[in-house]
Each structure stands twice: as C-alpha cells, then as structure tokens.
C-alpha cells in the first residue's frame, strides 16, 4: 500500500503561483512514477503531468504546458507540483497518483493509476 496526501492548495489571483506537495509513505517511493490530475465542477477528471520514477522523464498536458513544473524528491519520498501563470480554468480539485513502473516512464493515464491521494482544491480568482 502507499498512502498519498496532498498539501499547498488554496486561493490565488490569476496570474500568481502555488506549489502543491504530495507525501507519500508505505512502499518503495523510488518504484513508482507520480503524477497530478484535476478535476474542476461538473467536469471530468483530467491529466496534468507526471514524472518518471528516477525524475529524468516528465509528460505534461498542453494547457499547462510552459506553466506547471513537476518534480520529485525520492529522499523525502514527496512530489511537487510549482504551477504558474494561474488562470481561472486552472481552479480543480488536484489529485496526486502513484504508478508502479518497470521501466522509467512518464507518461501516465488514470486507468494506470494504483493510488490516488484524496485531492487539494486549488481555485484561482479573476
């Protein structure tokens, strides 16, 4: 089992920044990629990046594509998530993922997922 929790979500005018953190405990940390997604209201869960298990590969979806860095610590066993340049269609529950992986890929979809955190809610104002 790995457990996953979430930090660093909040409020933030369109324009400003958040760092969201993911800790994580129980299995190797180093064996899985990690990944966030989102959900906003009414909508469908989505990707938004992810990173493979060694840190050399990340996969991030074009909206947020020159905005968001992932990154990941193996020694404190946490993923971070910077996202810049916050725009209102940012606003979502972001949900930190766990993937075991063989090979040291990043790319990830939900069906992949072994473990998902229970989401921090992030909300950008215009």
């Known amino acids: 089992q790995v457990q996953l929790v979430e930090s660093g979500g909040g409020l933030v005018q369109a324009g400003g920044s958040l760092r969201l953190s993911c800790a994580a405990s129980?299995?190797?940390?180093?064996?899985?990629?990690m990944g966030w997604f989102r959900q906003a209201p009414g909508k469908e869960r989505e990707f938004v990046v992810a990173?493979?298990?060694?840190?050399?590969?990340?996969y991030r979806a074009n909206s947020v594509k020159g905005r968001f860095t992932i990154s990941r610590d193996n020694a404190k066993n946490t993923v971070y998530l910077q996202m810049n340049s916050l725009k209102p269609e940012d606003t979502a529950v972001y949900y930190c993922?766990?993937?075991?992986?063989?090979?040291?890929?990043?790319?990830?979809?939900?069906?992949?997922?072994?473990?998902w955190g229970q989401g921090t809610q992030v909300t950008v104002s215009s």
């Open positions: 993922a766990a993937d075991y992986r063989i090979f040291d890929t990043a790319t990830m979809a939900e069906y992949e997922v072994d473990y």
């Open positions: 990173i493979s298990w060694s840190g050399s590969r990340t």
């Open positions: 129980g299995r190797i940390f180093s064996s899985y990629a």
